[in-house]
């Protein structure tokens, strides 16, 4: 285990993280310093329910981006080509049945 110091608020905190995490804790407290700042005059007069509202605020972010749809894979050049190709084929083989369903029509 190791032990960070952070800076939250213009505030000192140590808090003990995995090995090889400390920077990951790091940007992680960063996050939360900038929502404090973001805040600005907005700020309750006590540290903790600042910390408290900067971590709702990160926490409905967080959901916020879960909830998002997923974006739509984007095909490469090759790819869209050959499904436009398709496309036509299947365009094409369409327009032939439906001839041949109209002239059976007619005929019958």
């Known amino acids: 285990m190791s032990e960070v110091t952070l800076e939250v608020g213009g505030r000192p905190y140590t808090v003990s993280c995995a090995d090889g995490e400390e920077e ?29 509202f900067a971590a709702l605020i990160l926490a409905d972010e967080a959901e916020e981006a879960r909830r998002a749809p997923a974006p739509a894979p984007v095909a490469d050049d090759a790819v869209a080509d050959s499904i436009a190709r398709g496309l036509e084929a299947l365009a094409e083989r369409l327009e032939l049945v439906a001839d041949s369903l109209e002239k059976r029509g007619q005929s019958a």
Do not use: C, E, I, S
């Open 24 to 52: 990951h804790v790091r940007h992680l407290a960063g996050l939360v310093d900038a929502k404090l700042k973001a805040m600005g005059g907005n700020r309750a007069p006590g540290d903790a329910k600042n910390l408290l």
